[in-house]
């Protein structure tokens, strides 16, 4: 986990330097990288609070990065001066403010803000110079912003009625005139609309009539749609490069494992690829304002992300930074397997398994059903520094897409909708009976963990199948559905969260016979919980209650709070200190050489504050997605 985790990424103005965050130092903080001489430098050094770097100014030194002040996942937009200072663009206690784009002649830029109200983002465009804003658009329902014409006279925005149903919408910015530009019925989900150069097309990815998603074109003066791109599994997103010479798609493979990119040239038709990476994910990328270079971020099982960029006047393809801990030998992580297995009734349930070095027939091993969060997640390819220290500690780990799970079709994403506590639990019962037939895994040790959503499913498998499994690890997961749907954060649409598990006014009944809390009588196998104090997602109060149900019941568990995370771990002293914790708890029981006997790690001082169990005064927490 001393793996550096790098993210985001923006070319300077004469396109020599890219601008990334990264959690090198901890924390995430920016830094730049010089692309001729590979050398990189932290340009912010925040020590208690997350930063993500947004952008370089066009015409001087100043920067734009998104701070979350109080470490409950908001995104500050805050101007760095040369000299250190902060100007914070986006006040508020619960703000989510996003930068979009500069003007065209680089002058201003346009963002997002719900500073107004909550649950609406209104849309700006900000001078550069004075910070002075034009109000855009004043929104009266949840619309997102997704383009822009580049005669700055449209916009394109977003309105989801579920995470399966939505629409595009053109707004003129002259008349203040918004109209629907894909009205259909049922459900369809059109999103992540671009325009083309001259504003007279838009391109965007549907699943209309389809149960993958492609790239359509519709001819915003004829109203006729056409597709222009299919891929082996669903296609995420198409974006042009700025001078609109390249077009640019990332999909999925058909195993939905594994991401993959595709340029077109406009001028020649052709589309290309680049090589070297038929066994890494291009997880993003992004052209030059000049149209000479792109930089790209890949990663796989073995590699962790990096970024690089290619050069397409003489197509060299150069690495510009190495996230890997220099202490870690690549040979001995290991290359997750695409497998999959037929649940109770007969769905195939794609899997990720990794299967440690020197598990063997004569030498089983303890193996984990890992559960992802969402709903609406799931595992795909990419380093994992978690996964990887416990398979280096000799566990197997299947990583379970159990149905509606995203990227595998529009029916299997739609499979587990208001059916959590059954179903989709079911698949992850089916993923241990999978693990007992494999020769190498020990049936009698095999434990569950996840975290967020799939923290919930932890505590659903013991609570409403407490034999399956010897032990289960629950991270910054929900136990009580009936209150957290009174406490979603204001920004989330809840009409997604109703969709997919229930309408608290409609299924009340329902949600409290899936919540686990419920039935914390029924727990009886070993438990380890781990929590973000401040987790605006999983609220702290909701961990606090279940374990002292589960307590006052008689079970076993064990609790830690870290005090400086929100919803995941983003601190890596956090993450060490609380995968420690787990890897402990885990061989505890799940190891019949380890002594049954132990004790949960304590922080060190200085490292994560207090960790204690939830009937102790001073807590501490974490939290993961």
Known sequence: MSTAKISGMAFSTDEEKILFTSDDSGILNAYEVVIGAQSQRQLTHSLTENVQSVSYFPNDERLLISEDRGDL????????????????LTPGEEVQAFFHRWSFDQRSFYVSTNERDPRLFDFYKID??????????????????????????????????????????????????????????????????????????????????????????????????????????????????????????????????????????????????????????????????????????????????????????????????????????????????????????????????????????????????????GPGGRMVKGYKGR????????????????????????????????????????????????????GYVDASRIGIIGSSFGGYMVLAALAFHSNEFA????????????SLAHTLPKYWDTKRFYEKLGDPQEDGDLLRAISPFFHAQKIKKPLLMLQGATDPRCPREQSDEMVAAIRENGGTVEYLVYEDE????????????????????????????????????????GAAGAAVSSSATNQTRLSLD
Request: proline share 3%.
């Open 128 to 373: 550069a110079q004075t910070f002075e804003r034009r109000l855009i658009y004043r929104a009266t329902d949840r619309y997102y912003f997704c383009g822009l014409s580049r005669d700055e006279r449209y916009v394109l925005f977003l309105k989801s009625g579920s995470k399966t149903d939505a629409d595009i919408f053109l707004y003129d910015i002259g008349n203040a005139g918004m109209k629907c530009l894909t009205a259909h019925e049922g459900d369809v989900l059109n999103c992540a609309p671009i325009f083309d150069r001259d504003a007279r097309a838009i391109y965007y990815i549907t699943n209309k009539d389809s149960d993958l998603r492609y790239v359509q074109r519709l001819d915003l003066t004829s109203g006729e749609t056409r597709c222009v791109e299919r891929a082996k599994g669903d296609v995420a997103w198409t974006v042009f490069s700025p001078d609109y010479r390249r077009r640019i798609t990332f999909s999925d493979d058909s195993s939905s494992t594994l991401k993959v990119m595709n340029i077109h040239d406009m001028e020649t038709n052709s589309v290309s690829t680049l090589a070297g990476f038929s066994q890494r994910s291009i997880t993003s990328a992004l052209i030059s304002r000049s149209g000479r270079r792109m930089a790209f971020y890949a990663d796989g099982d073995r590699f962790p992300a990096n970024l690089y960029v290619y050069d397409f006047e003489t197509e060299l393809i150069t690495q510009l930074t190495e996230s890997m801990n220099a202490e870690i030998d690549r040979e001995e992580l290991v290359e997750s397997e695409v497998v999959g297995f037929h649940s109770f009734d007969g769905l195939e349930i794609p899997c990720l398994l990794w299967r440690p070095h020197g598990a063997s027939n004569t030498n089983k091993a303890p193996a984990l059903v890992w559960v992802h969060g």
């Open 73 to 88: 996942e908001n995104s500050v937009l805050c101007v760095v001066e040369p000299n250190g200072k902060k100007i914070v």
């Open 387 to 438: 996964i990887q220290y416990l398979i280096n500690h000799g566990y197997v780990v299947l990583g379970v897409n159990y149905r509606g799970s995203s990227g595998f079709g529009k029916e299997f994403f739609d499979a587990d909708r208001r059916k959590h506590g059954r179903e989709p639990l079911w698949d992850c019962l089916a993923a241990k009976e999978y693990l007992v037939r494999l």
């Open 471 to 482: 032990a289960g690890v629950n991270i910054c997961g929900i136990s009580n559905l009936v």
């Open 566 to 605: 929100a919803h995941g771990f983003r601190k890596r002293k956090n993450a060490i200190h609380a995968y420690e914790a787990i890897l402990n708890f885990l061989d505890s029981h799940l190891k019949p050489e380890t002594p049954a006997e132990y004790s949960i790690l304590k922080p060190q001082s």
